[in-house]
């Protein structure tokens, strides 16, 4: 089903931008409007497939992550020992987080476009690990899938 805008029935919608609003009128959009993932299908397990430093900025680091069903995102993280390869947990825009007053946005990060979020601990509401330490996945996790509900135990 196509959603609409209630004020002037275009279909024309910016659903990515927050808030969502209507190209052809420019009024916000409603979720109910609007229609986008329920915001638990926005959190998910991402394969990291690229992982470069982000130029002049020490502590940043530019991925692209896969999130499934051909999706790839670029997200901007200081969090460290993210490398290619490994399975990692995102927020796409749009996802609301228990620790976070916002939803996530597509925003600039040290002069680049970020459009997620890398997740720690704390941001999905795990005990154990540090808040700013990616939650790193074991590869039985496949891009796209949700996250575990609790941190999974390191396989000895």
Same mark, same amino acid.
């Given at each position: 089903?196509?959603?609409? *805008?209630? %004020? *002037?029935? #275009? ?7 927050? /808030? /969502? =609003? ?21 959190? +998910? @397990?991402? +394969?990291?497939?690229? $992982?470069? /430093? @982000? ?17 790839? +995102?670029?997200? @901007?993280?200081? %969090?460290?020992? *993210? ?7 995102? %927020?796409? !825009?749009? &996802? $609301? ?9 597509? &925003?600039? !990060?040290?002069? !680049?476009? #970020?459009?997620?979020?890398? *997740?720690? $601990? ?13 939650? =790193?996945?074991?590869? #039985? =996790? $496949? %891009? ?7 941190? /999974?135990?390191? #396989?000895?």
């Amino acid at each position: 089903m196509t959603k609409a *805008c209630t %004020a *002037c029935g #275009s279909e024309d919608l910016d659903l990515e931008e927050t /808030p /969502p =609003f209507c190209n052809e009128c420019g009024e916000e959009v409603t979720e109910e409007e609007g229609g986008s993932e329920a915001s638990a299908d926005l959190v +998910v @397990v991402a +394969v990291i497939t690229e $992982s470069v /430093p @982000v130029p002049n900025k020490d502590k940043l680091t530019k991925l692209r992550v896969d999130l499934g069903g051909g999706k790839e +995102v670029t997200v @901007v993280t200081n %969090a460290k020992y *993210c490398d290619a390869g490994k399975r990692i947990v995102v %927020a796409k !825009v749009g &996802a $609301s987080l228990p620790n976070m007053e916002e939803l996530v946005a597509k &925003a600039t !990060v040290g002069g !680049v476009k #970020s459009e997620g979020m890398v *997740c720690d $601990s704390p941001m999905l509401g795990w005990s154990g690990g540090a808040a700013g330490q990616a939650v =790193f996945l074991p590869e #039985s =996790f $496949s %891009a796209g899938e949700k996250p575990p509900t609790s941190r /999974p135990k390191p #396989s000895s």
